[in-house]
């Protein structure tokens, strides 16, 4: 289920000529396949895409679902950067502020100590939703990562108690994937800005 996702990852590589959009052109009906009007659209393509459970063919899918529609995530080559730093000192305690779709959280949570939890922080209710969802395929327990809705200056506060953890626990490491004040772009605005731009670049 997972070939067409990494044939078309494949063909966007830094280590190929084609650029992202030539690689995109390979099926010109993904867009009618596929629709991206909401955040939840993307599940289906996952679920058709990736195995549940394997966390590697979610962020294979992700990636290649983004290549189509691009998305607030870090991508393969900057993950594997944030996989290498959180190998080095897998943290027992970290914080994600504006996790969108979970792309990041499914990278950290693989690289957790032993018992150690990832919080992550979505003022979007939709987009925490979703992550929810592709978390829990990707194999990753809500004891891993928890995905708190609201904003960053409301749910930080709160965190010790909600956690049950003292307050001195140190917090290891924090990312900042966007802006956690601020609602994302529609989905459908996205849409309609890549399509004209590969309409305009044909």
């Known amino acids: 289920p997972t070939a067409a996702a990494s044939e078309l990852l ?6 190929t000529a084609r650029s992202v959009t030539q690689a ?5 009906m993904f867009y009618a396949m596929w629709s991206y009007a909401t955040p939840a659209d993307i599940i289906p393509y996952i679920e058709a ?24 995530k870090i991508g393969p080559e900057k993950g594997l950067l944030l996989e290498q730093t959180l190998r080095a000192a ?20 693989r690289n957790l100590a032993p018992g150690g939890r990832l919080v992550c922080v979505e003022a979007n209710p939709d987009n925490a939703a979703v992550a929810r969802q592709l978390l829990q395929y990707a194999g990753v327990s809500e004891r891993q990562v928890l995905v708190v809705e609201g904003l960053a200056k409301q749910v930080i506060p709160g965190l010790p108690a909600l956690l049950q953890q003292p307050q001195q ?5 924090a990312a900042l994937q966007q802006d956690p004040d601020n609602q994302q772009q529609p989905q459908q605005e996205q849409q309609q800005q890549q399509q004209q731009q590969e309409q305009g670049g044909s």
Do not use: H, W
């Not at 995109?24 to 010109?28: E, F, G, R, V, W």
């Not at 897998?90 to 949570?109: D, H, K, Q």
């Not at 626990?169 to 490491?173: A, D, F, R, T, W």
């Open 49 to 72: 895409e990736a195995v549940r459970g394997d966390a590697q063919s979610v962020l294979d899918a992700m990636d290649a679902f983004g290549l189509y529609y691009p998305q607030y």
């Open 24 to 28: 995109t052109a390979k099926d010109p």
């Open 90 to 109: 897998p943290p027992s305690l970290a914080l994600e502020l504006g996790t969108f779709l979970g792309y990041s959280a499914i990278r950290t949570a």
């Open 169 to 173: 626990q140190q917090l290891q490491i």
């Open 10 to 15: 494949a063909a966007a590589t830094p280590n």
